[in-house]
Structure formats: C-alpha cells, structure tokens
C-alpha cells in the first residue's frame, strides 16, 4: 500500500490482536470480554494537567499489554506511541464488524440519502474537527462517535494504524479519501517502504 497508514505490516498489528481479543473468527464464544469492557470504558486520567487519556488504566487490562508487547518490539516507534496505542485500542474496542476493502475517512465520506439531496454519513464540520483534532483524548472521543457512526463497522487494521499514527500525512490521506479525492489514482510506494524501514519492519 502506499499510504503511511495503510502500511501492512502495521495493520495487520492490529487487525491480528482485533481478532484474537474479540475472537471474531469462531463466533466470539472466547473473546477476551473483560478486556473489552475495560478497553471500552477507558477515559481520562485523574488527576493528570493537561487531561489525557489513561495510559495507567490501559496497562492494567490485559488485552492492551499483549497489544503494547507486540508494537513494543518494534524499531523507532513515533514520539507519543504508548498514548497513541491506549486511543487505537480503545476505540478498536468499540468495533464489533471488521469491514476491510474500504478506508474508514472513505466510509464516513460515503453519501446518503437526505432531504433535500445527498450528503455525507459524517457532516463535514464534525469530519473537519476530527481532522484538526490533535490531542489523544479528544481523538479517542472523536474515533468512538466516528466507530458509531458507522454502525460499529470497521476497518480494524486500517482504523488501528491510522489512530497509531495520527500525523498531518495520515490526516492529509483520511481527508483525501472522504472527499474521494484519490479514486483510481495509483501512488508510489515510498511512503510505505520508508515507514517500514523506519518501525524495522521488512
């Protein structure tokens, strides 16, 4: 793929740790539920200036510590990634349909129909504020409306990368893709390749 967030590699992360927690693939009789109610109910830290989501509390359920145990052997992580991986899972946690073919910005930029002609699943101003969002609390809140938006249907590894590494070329690619502004045009594969190096990914 040749978007920082559609890396492979990294999606398949967290679509491999999607799967074994809710054990979607058997019917979900042995999916890790008390790591996905924990996951689900994950807020903000107490006590912590400027407010941020619980990275303590996320470390305390065992679902995010294999999910933390698996990015953790990785090279070069980005600045911030342990905040980063506590909203990604949180917010996967709220999934419960994975949806792959199809990024989450496209999905949410998918027409419907409304009174008065077509219009987007997710209003523009509030895809906009999503795209200018930068604090990991805020995103997570934003990431979960956006989850239940789409019915709690998902693309788990596209979303779980894409919150993971939320930075302007990630946002520039969701706004992209709402606005179906890359429909059939084909890219390089730089980006991929050089993220790929830098997290020592083959």
Known sequence: MSREYQNDALRSVFRDWW???TD?????DN???????ALRRLDAAK?????TIDLTGAITIKGFRNLYRVLNKWKRLPPGWEIQL????????????DRPGKTTAALLGASRSV??????????????RLLRTTEPLDLCDQARRAVALL????????????LFLWSPPV??????????????VERPETIASDLSADLGVA
């Open 31 to 37: 999916a890790d539920r008390a790591s996905l109610s």
């Open 86 to 97: 506590a909203v990604a899972a949180a917010v996967l946690a709220q999934v419960r349909t």
């Open 151 to 162: 019915g709690r249907e998902a693309p788990v590894g596209e979303l779980g990368a894409s």
């Open 19 to 21: 799967y074994d927690l």
């Open 47 to 51: 006590d912590v200036f400027p407010r």
């Open 115 to 128: 009174a008065g002609g077509d219009d987007h699943l997710m209003a523009e101003s509030r895809f906009r």
């Open 24 to 28: 979607a693939r058997h019917g979900g």
């Open 171 to 184: 946002r520039r690619e969701w706004a992209a893709a709402y606005w179906q502004l890359d429909a059939g």
